[in-house]
């Protein structure tokens, strides 16, 4: 977002979405062993101690490709069929390294832009055009085709004024970072406790046949 815009409250979003609810995901999760880079930790400690933002732990961080539906809604059956279809697609391009970079703001979080765009795009794209596939078209799935890849790196809990969130962003380390994902993660996601916790469902490798 552009600083002169004020933050707004991330939890705000979709009231429906209760503690308990889970809700399936197709993710690029970050494996937090391989991300090193002493700036960015220093940097995510600072963002800790921001009492208007609520940060993602490492072992949390994913890249969102796309939303498959609530799970009660969906039943284990159907979220199998969803993928199988995927894992039939992908197989291409391979393991992706991922470029973490630079630190940016959206109206309600902190997070990493991700690259490269391409590469992303069309992981991203099979995941959805093939979901959708198995959901039908009385099942739309969720932004099905904006996409912006980033990582987020903590959510804002409250209205925030632009120049706090600025400064916040003035801290941010200039050096990008990248980390190697050989897979795709279909998880079942809550929002307990202000964060994004996932159980994996199943997991598709990026890998060329």
């Given amino acids: 977002m552009d600083t002169t815009e ?37 940097y995510c400690d600072a963002l800790d101690a921001v009492p208007w933002l609520d940060t993602v732990p490492p072992r949390w961080w994913h890249l969102t490709l796309t939303e498959v539906g609530y799970v009660e809604d969906l039943g284990a059956g159907l979220l199998a069929e969803v993928s199988s279809a995927v894992r039939s697609a992908v197989g291409q391009p391979g393991p992706l390294r991922v470029e973490l970079g630079p630190v940016v703001s959206f109206r309600t979080a902190i997070a990493l832009v991700a690259g490269p765009d391409a590469a992303l795009r069309e992981v991203q794209a099979v995941a959805r055009e093939r979901t959708q596939a198995v959901l039908g078209a009385d099942r739309p799935v969720v932004h099905p085709t904006r996409f912006r890849p980033h990582v987020s790196l903590a959510y804002l ?16 380390p200039a050096g990008p970072s990248s980390v190697v994902v050989d897979r795709i993660t279909l998880a079942e996601v809550t929002r307990r406790d202000r964060h994004y916790q996932w159980r994996v469902l199943d997991e598709v490798e990026l890998a060329a046949p």
Avoid: I, K, Q
């Fill in 157 to 172: 809990n409250r209205h925030v004024p632009a120049a706090e969130v600025g400064a916040r962003l003035a801290e941010a």
């Fill in 6 to 42: 004020d933050g707004a409250d991330h939890w705000g979003w979709r009231p429906e979405w209760s503690d308990e609810r889970a809700c399936a995901f197709w993710y690029l999760t970050v494996p937090p062993d391989e991300v090193r880079a002493p700036g960015l930790e220093r």
